[in-house]
C-alpha cells in the first residue's frame, strides 16, 4: 500500500514539475495555417517560402477580451526553433520550430519567457539577442 501511494505520489509530482505544451499545430504547406487557444490570447499562424532557405513565418496573436491583435514575422531556417512571450502576456509561452517543409507552433500557460533566452539556428549555433552566434556541441 505505502508503495503504490508513494509511486502515485511520485508521479503526480512528475507531472506538476515537468511543463507540457498545451496546445500544438504543425503547419506543412505554404498558406496552410494552424491555430492554438491556450491562455489570453487565440493565435493563427501561416508562413510562405522568401529567398534563399527561409520561411516566412507570420504569427497573429488576439486578445480574448478585447484589445488590439500583435503581429510577429520571423525567418526560420530548416531546424531553427525560438520560443518567446507576448508582451502583456508573459504567462504564455509560444514555441516556434522547423523541421524541412513544416513548422510546429506549440503553446504552454504558467511558464515565462526569459528575454536573454538563446536561440539554436540551423548550424548548431546559439544567439542571445543582441549578439552574435556564439558556437555550442549538439543538444
Given amino acids: 500500500m505505502i508503495r503504490k501511494t508513494l509511486s502515485a505520489s511520485v508521479l503526480a509530482a512528475l507531472f506538476l514539475a515537468a511543463p507540457a505544451f498545451a496546445e500544438e499545430s504543425t503547419i506543412g504547406r505554404p498558406i496552410d495555417a494552424g491555430s492554438l487557444h491556450e491562455g489570453h490570447l487565440d493565435m493563427v499562424v501561416y508562413y510562405v517560402p522568401v529567398e534563399?532557405?527561409?520561411?516566412?513565418?507570420?504569427?497573429?496573436?488576439?486578445?480574448?477580451?478585447?484589445?488590439?491583435?500583435?503581429?510577429?514575422?520571423?525567418?526560420?531556417?530548416?531546424?531553427?526553433?525560438?520560443?518567446?512571450?507576448?508582451?502583456?502576456?508573459?504567462?504564455?509561452?509560444?514555441?516556434?520550430?522547423?523541421?524541412?517543409?513544416?513548422?510546429?507552433?506549440?503553446?504552454?500557460?504558467?511558464?515565462?519567457?526569459?528575454?536573454?533566452?538563446l536561440t539554436r539556428l540551423a548550424d548548431g549555433s546559439l544567439r542571445a539577442p543582441g549578439r552574435e552566434p556564439a558556437s555550442v556541441g549538439p543538444m
Fill in 52 to 117: 534563399g532557405d527561409l520561411l516566412e513565418v507570420t504569427a497573429t496573436f488576439a486578445p480574448k477580451i478585447g484589445g488590439d491583435p500583435q503581429r510577429v514575422v520571423m525567418g526560420l531556417a530548416d531546424g531553427d526553433s525560438v520560443a518567446f512571450s507576448m508582451p502583456g502576456h508573459r504567462g504564455s509561452l509560444y514555441a516556434f520550430s522547423r523541421s524541412g517543409e513544416e513548422v510546429t507552433v506549440s503553446s504552454e500557460t504558467g511558464m515565462r519567457a526569459d528575454a536573454n533566452a
